[in-house]
Nanobody, 120 residues
Framework: QVQLVESGGGLVQPGGSLRLSCAASGSIFSIYVMGWYRQAPGKQRELVVVISSGGSTNYADSVKGRFTISRDNAKNTVYLQMNSLKPEDSAVYYC??????????????WGQGTQVIVSS
């Protein structure tokens, strides 16, 4: 199966920056869409940004202009550069991929999450 491993979370002061990474591994035929979602305590998981295989992106209004998604196809890795962080950005950030394993149909895969805390 597809394994997604997030890293880069941590504690940062308001106005600071973090870069999250998500590395995908497995017998992958194709990755169609990758993205980041986040979930704060007591709240539902929400979309942060997604990027398609063609490079098109869709950002949540709350992060537009502050966060940037990028990818390294050679490493099957997607990044999330987070600048000008606010306390309301605090959440567990999850990587998601819509991918197709060799011999299988496209499916959604989720990482286990990395925690981001924005606090002074």
């Amino acid at each position: 199966q597809v394994q997604l491993v997030e890293s880069g979370g941590g504690l940062v002061q308001p106005g600071g920056s973090l870069r999250l990474s998500c590395a995908a591994s497995g017998s992958i035929f194709s990755i169609y869409v990758m993205g980041w979602y986040r979930q704060a305590p007591g709240k539902q998981r929400e979309l942060v940004v997604v990027i398609s295989s063609g490079g098109s992106t869709n950002y949540a209004d709350s992060v537009k202009g502050r966060f940037t998604i990028s990818r390294d196809n050679a490493k099957n890795t997607v990044y999330l550069q987070m600048n000008s962080l606010k306390p309301e950005d605090s959440a567990v950030y999850y990587c998601k991929a819509n991918a197709r394993l060799v011999g299988d149909m496209p499916r959604d895969y989720w990482g286990q999450g990395t925690q981001v805390i924005v606090s002074s």
